[in-house]
């Protein structure tokens, strides 16, 4: 038997807006960030029959992961977005990143993240996705590129493989802060993409900064063409807990964690 593999065409809703940077929490520690993106002004069409609206909605997710080893990192999200002053969930997604180890020590620095997804209807036609994120970078001592360059597959019939890349190019500012230009795209389907205009092209300005023992990340992007949505507000805040039996305060990361606030600072954005 020939297995399909595909993703139906993605909702509007974006849980994280995140582009990894191979840095993880230390070995037995456990994080929390919790990811909320505001479409200011989007799409006004669902997708497809039944899907999500982007304008107007707030998509987010609350994100929990353990640090495993210093190059092994797993994760869970539950999704969810708000449109119309209802509340729906897109079930959970699960994920194990794979990284070079200390990673924020390496000028060059690389990985991959598994993501598979249980989604529900509003916000994509298959039920089981996953995506593939490699993650290639280099650094010094004031600048980072990071680049993304994510395949969507999924399992059904109503499916498709599809490219969606994403990348990154930050100043750092200061010990936890940084200044810079984020990039994603949704180029549709591998051997079969659609023309400039219905491809998905959004940039955005982003900060990363320390609040306390909070880590903050906050950018408001536009897009770039009539396919992507105009306006969109993301924002992630980060809490790392105290690795346990280590004399670290709470909030903050170990020598294993990344030179910038997010631990694997901002993820793919898909609209309609």
């Known amino acids: 038997m020939i297995l399909s593999i595909a993703l139906g065409q993605p909702a509007s809703a974006t849980d994280e807006i995140q582009v990894y940077n191979a840095g993880i ?5 456990l994080t929390i960030q919790q990811h909320l993106n505001y479409v200011a002004l989007g799409q006004k069409d669902p997708p497809f029959p039944g899907g999500l609206v982007s304008n107007h909605s707030l998509n987010g997710t609350p994100e929990f992961a353990y640090g495993v080893t210093d190059w092994w990192e797993v994760g869970l999200y539950l999704p969810f977005a708000v449109q119309d002053q209802k509340f729906m ?8 990143l794979f990284v070079s180890p200390h990673a924020e020590q390496r000028d060059f620095f690389y990985g991959v993240n598994l993501e598979f997804s249980n989604t529900t209807p509003p916000f994509a036609q298959t039920r089981f996705t996953l995506e593939v994120r490699p993650i290639i970078g280099v650094r010094n001592a004031d600048y980072e590129f990071i680049v993304n360059p994510i395949i969507d597959a999924g399992f059904g019939k109503l499916g498709e493989l599809d490219f969606a890349p994403a990348a990154r190019l930050a100043r750092k500012l200061g010990p936890d802060t940084f200044l810079g230009l984020e990039y994603y795209a949704d180029f549709g389907e591998i051997g079969n993409m659609p023309k400039l205009a219905d491809q998905q092209h959004t940039l955005f300005l982003v900060t990363d900064f320390k609040l306390g023992v909070l880590d903050v990340d906050f950018g408001v992007g536009y897009g770039l063409t009539s396919s992507s949505d105009r306006w969109v507000i993301k924002t992630i805040i980060g809490y790392a807990f105290p690795v346990p039996g280590s004399n670290s305060s709470a909030g903050e990361r170990s020598a294993a964690g990344p ?3 997010m631990s694997h600072t901002s993820t793919r954005y898909l609209q309609p």
């Open 89 to 96: 969930s897109d079930a959970f997604k699960l994920r194990t």
């Open 25 to 29: 929490a230390a070995v037995g520690q």
């Open 259 to 261: 030179v910038n606030p």
